[in-house]
């Protein structure tokens, strides 16, 4: 699978990244299991008993409770974790608990949850929601270039919550050709978290034509699993991606990538044969983007 190949190139790119570690650790979100009951094969409801719980407690302990249901599905648990933001803020760190639980969390298999992370991590880094809080970063990035790998990935998670994110997603988009490896790398990152079908060519292009084996796959992942596109939105990708490994020009190891998110993307187990997709795509691309459509939009490929 396109992730696992992704986690494998990420622990490599991790060991020359040594300032990041954590970072890195925190998008794999593979074979880190949350501490804790296992996903329940039907979502269970926080019970009052547990609410008053919660409620006793200090708000990083809340916010580590709250997230560990999240990430079990219990019903309530994401609408409680927003309700509780604003009293969380600057009582929030990075704790190890915390660590392992955003490990899961961004790589859930529901949208709702990502996002109640990304939330989550907003208020750890003491980053407001506003244009202030953009500018700052913004400008951060802009004179400071080693700084621009955080910068990318906090301004993706603005720009998901709706904080100036055109403006934002140009600067991404400008950094994702940046002479830095590292900058481009978390550029991908930054924009996986803005959810927009205009993201989706981008990454194409990334996985195309970056110089990086790391950055492309990035790109790939973004198609494939990661980040906030909607299981409908993937769908856009498809014609992409097998003009991608139809072209004799790709490398073989990205043309395996580009199988890989096919059979991701669309749920469709087919061979690493670009006429056979083009074909299926023909015949049955618009019934399954259909099919996902109906589907609850949250709901996407995950880890739990």
């Known amino acids: 699978m396109v992730l696992g190949v992704c986690i494998a190139a990420l622990l490599l790119f991790a060991s020359r990244s040594g300032a990041l570690q954590?970072?890195?650790?925190i998008i794999t979100g593979h074979n880190h299991p949350a501490q804790g009951a296992p996903v329940a094969a039907t979502h269970a409801k926080l019970s009052e008993h547990e609410r008053e719980h919660?409620?006793?407690?200090?708000?990083?302990?809340q916010a580590e409770q709250l997230l560990q249901a999240a990430i079990n599905h219990d019903e309530g648990a994401t609408s409680m974790i927003m309700d509780k933001l604003p009293g969380w803020t600057g009582h929030l760190s990075k704790t190890k608990t915390m660590e392992t639980l955003e490990q899961t969390a961004l790589y859930s298999n529901d949208l709702r949850v990502r996002a109640a992370m990304i939330e989550v991590d907003l208020v750890a880094y003491k980053v407001e929601k506003n244009s202030e809080a953009a500018d700052r970063l913004i400008e951060d990035g802009r004179q400071?270039?080693?700084?621009?790998?955080?910068?990318a990935w906090v301004l993706g998670m603005l720009a998901n919550r709706g904080v100036e994110t055109e403006r934002i997603h140009d600067l991404l988009r400008a950094w994702s050709h940046d002479p830095a490896e590292l900058t481009r790398f978390w550029a991908v990152e930054g924009l996986a978290h803005l959810g927009t079908d205009d993201t989706i060519p981008e990454f194409i292009d990334v996985l195309r034509n970056d110089s990086a084996m790391d950055v492309r796959e990035r790109g790939g992942c973004s198609l494939a699993k990661s980040g906030m596109l909607t299981r409908e939105q993937r769908m856009k990708a498809v014609p992409g991606l097998i003009e991608l490994a139809a072209d004799p020009a790709v490398d073989d190891i990205t043309r395996g990538w580009a199988?890989?998110?096919l059979r991701e993307i669309a749920n469709e187990p087919l061979g690493n044969d670009a006429s056979a997709w083009r074909n299926w795509y023909s015949e049955h691309g618009t019934e399954r983007t259909n099919q996902?459509?109906?589907?609850?939009?949250n709901q996407v490929l995950g880890n739990s």
């Open 54 to 61: 919660i409620e006793g407690l200090p708000p990083q302990q």
């Open 22 to 25: 954590t970072m890195l650790d």
């Open 292 to 297: 996902f459509r109906q589907e609850d939009k």
């Open 259 to 261: 199988f890989q998110a």
């Open 144 to 151: 400071t270039t080693a700084n621009r790998p955080f910068d």
